[in-house]
Nanobody
């Protein structure tokens, strides 16, 4: 099993920045790709960004491209989501996910999910 623990959420004004972190533990050797999804009240859970083990494959949703940056530190076994120029529409619960395959994570089909962290952006 793999456990994912997110941190770094909070409240910020529009135009501000936050950095989310996700640290997996357990059978981490089974993980290749990690990603972030978000879910706003009354809406579906949507992919925000994903990154492969070697960082050679990275995906961003159109809504965050150019503002958010996903990265990972394999030595620390941690993935980060740097969120800049935040907008009110970025307000959501953000979930970390991890899996063996890039396409599986991007599809939201991986079996490992964190508990989530709230990001609130006020306009």
């Amino acid at each position: 099993q793999v456990q994912l623990v997110e941190s770094g959420g909070g409240s910020v004004q529009a135009g501000g920045s936050l950095r989310l972190s996700c640290a997996p533990s357990g059978r981490t050797f089974s993980i290749n790709t990690m990603g972030w999804f978000r879910q706003a009240p009354g809406k579906d859970r949507d992919l925000v960004a994903a990154i492969s083990w070697s960082s050679d494959r990275i995906y961003y949703a159109d809504s965050v491209r150019g503002r958010f940056t996903i990265s990972r530190n394999n030595a620390r076994n941690t993935v980060y989501l740097q969120m800049n120029s935040l907008k009110a529409e970025d307000t959501a619960y953000y979930y970390c996910t991890a899996g063996a395959g890039f396409s599986t994570v991007v599809a939201g089909s991986s079996e490992y999910w964190g508990q989530g962290t709230q990001v609130t952006v006020s306009s």
